[in-house]
């Protein structure tokens, strides 16, 4: 039996520890890629609701405003509002 046979040539160790390399950073650039798609997912999504929270405080603002302009406009709108909703759920 040869030595060979037993003790596998440096070209070969280098040749596997190459395509284990590879494949790890293959892996980590996968990794991080994915990490990265989350991160602008994440900050697309905290934009959306900082603008949803915005605009919700305009409109609550607004609406305080026309109810301290004129409550009684604001008590027949809000008991239509009940009145019509009310009928939308109504059991027959």
Request: no cysteine.
């Amino acid at each position: 039996m040869s030595d060979t046979a037993v003790f596998p040539e440096p070209a070969d160790n280098i040749l596997s520890a190459t395509d284990e390399l590879r494949a790890a950073a293959a892996a980590k650039v996968r990794e991080i890629r994915d990490a990265f798609k989350s991160e602008d997912i994440k900050a697309a999504t905290d934009k959306v609701v900082r603008e949803a929270a915005e605009r919700w405080r305009e409109i609550s603002d607004n609406a305080a405003a026309i109810i301290r302009e004129s409550p009684g406009k604001a008590a027949l709108a809000a008991l239509g509002i009940g009145f019509a909703i009310g009928l939308l759920f109504r059991r027959d």
